[in-house]
Nanobody
Framework: QVQLVESGGASVQAGESLKLSCATS????????MAWYRQAPGKERELVSR???????MYADSVKGRFTVSKDGAKNTMHLQMNSLKTEDSGVYYC????????????WGQGTQVTVSS
């Protein structure tokens, strides 16, 4: 059973920082492209950041320069460091594993809530 477990969501003030984590198995971590998505109430889920198996990264324009995605291979964990948070960053953040070498299935975590207030 594939598991992705997010943590680190919280309620913060605008301008503050948060670090999200997504823990999974070594099988997933080394064989899939990992990504962070978010979904605000009434909006579609959107891609926030992605880190490929080779370590290359991409970011949504709205978070460039503020968010940093990284991987900890020793712990099979992906992180999302979020700085200078804005109210529009609020939403449920999901960890995803996609483009896995062993499956056409995408895998999702249960989500962690981030609330940024002004």
């Amino acid at each position: 059973q594939v598991q992705l477990v997010e943590s680190g969501g919280a309620s913060v003030q605008a301008g503050e920082s948060l670090k999200l984590s997504c823990a999974t198995s070594e099988h997933i971590f080394t064989r899939c492209r990992m990504a962070w998505y978010r979904q605000a109430p009434g909006k579609e889920r959107e891609l926030v950041s992605r880190i490929n198996r080779d370590g290359t990264t991409m970011y949504a324009d709205s978070v460039k320069g503020r968010f940093t995605v990284s991987k900890d291979g020793a712990k099979n964990t992906m992180h999302l460091q979020m700085n200078s948070l804005k109210t529009e960053d609020s939403g449920v953040y999901y960890c995803a594993a996609k483009g896995c070498t062993f499956s056409v299935t995408d895998y999702w975590g249960q989500g962690t809530q981030v609330t940024v207030s002004s």
